[in-house]
Nanobody, 129 residues
Framework: QVQLVESGGGLVQAGGSLRLSCAAS????????MGWFRQAPGKEREFVAA????????YYADSVKGQFTISRDNAKNAVYLQMNSLKPEDTAVYSC??????????????????????WGQGTQVTVSS
């Protein structure tokens, strides 16, 4: 079992930056690939970014490529999402998820919610105009 807790959300002005954190516990964190998803009001939950267990491979949704950066610190059992040049359209609840089956990170599969076995409760990000 893996427990995930997100933090770092809040209110930020358009054009600003914010860093989200996801703290993991319950098992060896370094064996898990990690992903970030977001869900805006009235919309489906969508993929944002993913990172392999080693941190050597990352994938991003086209909508955030060049603006968001996913990273991890296995010594701290944490994964981060650095969000720059934020827009009102980025307003959503952001959730982290873990794939702890020891399989390699595959681009298409990493975007699917079914790929991940564990989910955090999410943290609200609101970007004002």
């Amino acid at each position: 079992q893996v427990q995930l807790v997100e933090s770092g959300g809040g209110l930020v002005q358009a054009g600003g930056s914010l860093r989200l954190s996801c703290a993991a516990s319950g098992r060896t964190f370094s064996s898990c690939a990690m992903g970030w998803f977001r869900q805006a009001p009235g919309k489906e939950r969508e993929f944002v970014a993913a990172i392999s267990w080693s941190g050597g491979t990352t994938y991003y949704a086209d909508s955030v490529k060049g603006q968001f950066t996913i990273s991890r610190d296995n010594a701290k059992n944490a994964v981060y999402l650095q969000m720059n040049s934020l827009k009102p359209e980025d307003t959503a609840v952001y959730s982290c998820a873990a794939d702890c089956r020891g399989r390699g990170l595959v681009m298409i599969a990493s975007t699917l919610r079914s790929r991940y076995d564990y989910w955090g409760q999410g943290t609200q990000v609101t970007v004002s105009s």
